[in-house]
Protein backbone atom coordinates (compact mmCIF):
# COMPACT_ATOMS: atom_id res chain seq x y z
CA UNK A 1 0.00 0.00 0.00
CA UNK A 2 0.98 3.53 -0.76
CA UNK A 3 -0.51 6.74 1.33
CA UNK A 4 0.27 9.71 -0.23
CA UNK A 5 -0.15 12.94 3.08
CA UNK A 6 0.34 16.75 1.79
CA UNK A 7 0.49 19.18 3.82
CA UNK A 8 0.00 23.06 3.14
CA UNK A 9 2.15 25.95 5.10
CA UNK A 10 -0.49 28.96 5.49
CA UNK A 11 -0.22 32.33 5.46
CA UNK A 12 -2.67 34.70 7.08
CA UNK A 13 -2.75 38.11 6.52
CA UNK A 14 -5.18 41.02 7.58
CA UNK A 15 -6.02 43.84 5.34
CA UNK A 16 -8.60 46.46 5.92
CA UNK A 17 -9.84 44.81 8.75
CA UNK A 18 -10.25 41.31 6.52
CA UNK A 19 -8.12 37.98 6.96
CA UNK A 20 -6.76 36.27 3.42
CA UNK A 21 -5.44 32.91 3.95
CA UNK A 22 -2.60 32.16 1.18
CA UNK A 23 -0.91 28.90 0.73
CA UNK A 24 2.49 29.07 0.71
CA UNK A 25 3.56 26.19 0.41
CA UNK A 26 2.55 22.59 -0.23
CA UNK A 27 4.40 19.25 0.76
CA UNK A 28 3.84 15.79 -0.15
CA UNK A 29 5.32 12.59 1.67
CA UNK A 30 4.49 9.28 0.39
CA UNK A 31 4.39 6.56 2.64
CA UNK A 32 5.06 2.95 1.65
CA UNK A 33 2.30 0.85 3.45
CA UNK A 34 2.35 -3.43 4.12
CA UNK A 35 -0.85 -5.26 4.36
CA UNK A 36 -1.12 -8.75 5.91
CA UNK A 37 -4.48 -10.92 4.97
CA UNK A 38 -5.30 -14.05 6.69
CA UNK A 39 -8.39 -16.20 7.53
CA UNK A 40 -9.63 -16.38 10.95
CA UNK A 41 -12.84 -18.52 10.73
CA UNK A 42 -15.46 -17.57 7.87
CA UNK A 43 -13.89 -14.07 7.84
CA UNK A 44 -10.42 -12.71 6.37
CA UNK A 45 -8.82 -10.11 8.61
CA UNK A 46 -6.34 -7.68 7.13
CA UNK A 47 -3.60 -5.87 8.96
CA UNK A 48 -1.70 -2.72 8.30
CA UNK A 49 2.28 -3.37 9.81
CA UNK A 50 2.74 0.95 9.54
CA UNK A 51 -0.21 2.09 10.95
CA UNK A 52 -1.42 -0.41 13.02
CA UNK A 53 -4.86 -0.41 11.65
CA UNK A 54 -6.99 -3.56 10.96
CA UNK A 55 -10.09 -4.25 9.17
CA UNK A 56 -12.01 -7.55 8.02
CA UNK A 57 -14.02 -9.13 5.02
CA UNK A 58 -15.87 -11.99 3.92
CA UNK A 59 -13.44 -12.32 0.91
CA UNK A 60 -9.41 -11.04 -0.08
CA UNK A 61 -10.72 -8.55 -2.24
CA UNK A 62 -13.41 -6.92 0.60
CA UNK A 63 -10.52 -7.34 3.47
CA UNK A 64 -8.55 -4.98 0.85
CA UNK A 65 -10.93 -2.59 0.66
CA UNK A 66 -12.11 -2.51 3.98
CA UNK A 67 -8.22 -2.10 5.10
CA UNK A 68 -7.85 0.46 2.61
CA UNK A 69 -10.71 2.78 3.61
CA UNK A 70 -9.50 2.03 7.58
CA UNK A 71 -6.30 3.24 6.40
CA UNK A 72 -7.70 5.98 4.33
CA UNK A 73 -10.23 7.34 7.31
CA UNK A 74 -7.15 7.04 10.07
CA UNK A 75 -4.54 8.96 7.87
CA UNK A 76 -6.85 11.47 7.48
CA UNK A 77 -7.91 11.85 11.24
CA UNK A 78 -4.02 12.11 12.57
CA UNK A 79 -3.71 14.92 9.75
CA UNK A 80 -6.96 16.80 10.99
CA UNK A 81 -6.15 16.44 14.43
CA UNK A 82 -1.92 17.35 13.72
CA UNK A 83 -1.17 13.65 15.07
CA UNK A 84 0.78 12.29 12.21
CA UNK A 85 3.94 12.22 14.10
CA UNK A 86 2.06 10.15 16.70
CA UNK A 87 1.48 7.61 14.17
CA UNK A 88 3.11 4.04 15.11
CA UNK A 89 3.75 0.83 13.49
CA UNK A 90 1.95 -2.74 14.89
CA UNK A 91 4.04 -3.79 17.74
CA UNK A 92 5.80 -7.09 17.76
CA UNK A 93 3.47 -8.77 20.37
CA UNK A 94 0.18 -7.50 18.57
CA UNK A 95 1.99 -8.81 15.29
CA UNK A 96 2.30 -12.11 16.36
CA UNK A 97 -0.73 -12.64 18.31
CA UNK A 98 -1.99 -12.04 14.88
CA UNK A 99 -0.10 -14.56 13.11
CA UNK A 100 -0.74 -17.06 15.54
CA UNK A 101 -4.29 -16.60 16.49
CA UNK A 102 -6.77 -18.85 15.74
CA UNK A 103 -4.02 -21.26 14.02
CA UNK A 104 -4.22 -24.68 14.53
CA UNK A 105 -0.83 -25.92 13.83
CA UNK A 106 1.47 -24.36 10.48
CA UNK A 107 1.85 -26.24 7.66
CA UNK A 108 4.78 -25.33 5.43
CA UNK A 109 3.03 -25.71 2.22
CA UNK A 110 2.54 -23.17 -0.47
CA UNK A 111 -1.23 -23.05 0.05
CA UNK A 112 -1.56 -22.31 3.78
CA UNK A 113 -0.67 -18.24 3.35
CA UNK A 114 -1.81 -15.08 1.06
CA UNK A 115 0.52 -12.71 0.37
CA UNK A 116 0.27 -9.77 -1.77
CA UNK A 117 1.01 -5.78 -2.38
CA UNK A 118 -1.94 -3.76 -1.76
CA UNK A 119 -1.46 0.03 -2.95
CA UNK A 120 -3.67 2.80 -2.73
CA UNK A 121 -3.53 6.69 -2.18
CA UNK A 122 -4.60 8.70 0.41
CA UNK A 123 -5.61 12.57 -0.05
CA UNK A 124 -5.18 15.24 3.18
CA UNK A 125 -8.18 16.07 3.80
CA UNK A 126 -10.29 13.53 2.08
Known amino acids: MHAILVYGVVRVEYVAGRRYLYLDKIYIITMRLTGIIKKAGKYYVALCLELNV????????????????ACEEYISYMEEKRL???????????????????????????????????????????
Open 54 to 69: SSQGESIEEAKRMLEG
Open 84 to 126: VGEIQSVPLEVLREFLIEDVEYVRPSCDWAYSENITFEVEAGA
